[in-house]
């Protein structure tokens, strides 16, 4: 049986602002050029005032990389929604979004992308909350937002510190995975970003980029995963 392997990538890129308090999109670029993957997921992509204003500026992308933005914003500006953004390399066509509202404290969201990779892939890009009541509430909902589809992949900034709690509503059709420590970034303590991958995925290989650039970027490493896609049909 054909199968289509690829690489996704997960950087919570804190708005461009790096280590040294400077905002410097040409440098998150140069991170997420290292990272060789098909499909990358940004958490805090967009600016928090305002219209939210893209933190990575459309003909930077255009002109400094390979990706493509999916188009995922509802207000004509930002690169995606509630800070969630996915980039795609050429080839790889979009046939369907959903914006998912997620429960708790704080405005959180995660946008589910079905991808023409394979015979279809359904990748759900988010950003979790800091309380965990909040977050097993939010997986709960990404749970049953993907209760009916095969070939998933969930991924993102999960904010959860434990490596036994907290993931407890994903067990039961996904195995979640930390490729490593990748908060902070200067001092790498916490597996804070994950990929939840739906049974049937298999991963291949995983990490965390750790180089001198990556260090200084952003608060949080990103995180990368090759994962073989199974050939058999699937929608989102």
Not at 209 to 216: H, V
Request: hydrophobic share 40%.
């Amino acid at each position: 049986m054909r199968s289509t392997q690829i690489r996704i990538a997960s950087y919570n890129i804190r708005k461009a602002r790096g280590l040294d308090q400077k905002r410097n999109p040409e440098r998150t670029l140069d991170v997420i050029n290292r990272l060789d993957a098909d499909i990358v997921l940004l958490q805090e992509a967009d600016k928090r005032l305002g219209v939210r204003k893209p933190a990575l500026p459309r003909e930077m992308i255009a002109s400094e990389t390979d990706f493509s933005v999916l188009d995922l914003a509802k207000n004509g500006v930002s690169l995606g929604w509630h800070g969630n953004a996915v980039l795609v390399r050429g080839g790889i066509g979009l046939r369907g979004v959903q914006h998912i509202d997620l429960p708790g404290t704080e405005p959180r969201g995660a946008v589910l992308v079905d991808l023409d990779v394979g015979n279809g892939l359904c990748v759900i890009a988010t950003h979790l909350g800091l309380m965990r009541r909040d977050r097993r509430a939010q997986l709960e909902t990404l749970s049953g937002a993907t209760s009916q589809t095969e070939n998933t992949v969930i991924a993102g900034d999960f904010n959860e510190w434990s490596n036994t709690k907290g993931l407890e509503p994903l067990k039961d059709r996904f195995t979640t995975y930390a490729p490593g420590r990748s908060f902070h970034a200067r001092r790498p303590l916490a597996a804070l970003d994950r990929f939840a991958l739906s049974h049937g995925l298999e991963l291949r290989d995983g990490g965390v980029e750790e180089g001198d650039i990556a260090k200084m970027a952003s608060d949080h490493l990103p995180i990368w995963s090759d994962i073989l896609v199974p050939a058999e049909l699937s929608t989102c």
